[in-house]
Nanobody, 114 residues
Framework: VQLQASGGGSVQAGASLRLSCVVS????????MYWYRQPPGESRELVVA???????DYADSVQGRFTVSKGNGGKTGFLQMNSLKAEDSATYYC?????????WGQGTLVTVSS
């Protein structure tokens, strides 16, 4: 299983970005999709937990601003980030779990300037 995240960039506060995570070896149709972020000098935190079925959980800090979706038959996951704030600046990682093991994508950097 491999994941490839992309879509980060530098934006102004209030702007939007859409991150993508392409998965191989499984699909988000039957494996969970997680998005984490890690601000510089801080620990990694869970932003979104999206199971294959059922409801998606968002961190309070992003509730109402971030939305996950899936496309390409479950091969790609998206994190739509709206109304970005400076405190959203971080390296974002996607993760899935398959057969009891966690698989991480490489990070994609999001920088939001106020």
């Amino acid at each position: 299983v491999q994941l490839q995240a992309s879509g980060g960039g530098s934006v102004q506060a209030g702007a939007s970005l859409r991150l993508s995570c392409v998965v191989s070896g499984t699909r988000f149709s039957y494996s969970p999709m997680y998005w984490y972020r890690q601000p510089p000098g801080e620990s990694r935190e869970l932003v979104v937990a999206s199971p294959p079925t059922g409801s998606t959980d968002y961190a309070d800090s992003v509730q109402g601003r971030f939305t996950v979706s899936k496309g390409n038959g479950g091969k790609t996951g998206f994190l739509q980030m709206n109304s970005l704030k400076a405190e959203d600046s971080a390296t974002y990682y996607c993760k899935t779990t398959w057969r009891g093991s966690d698989f991480w994508g490489q990070g994609t950097l999001v920088t939001v300037s106020s």
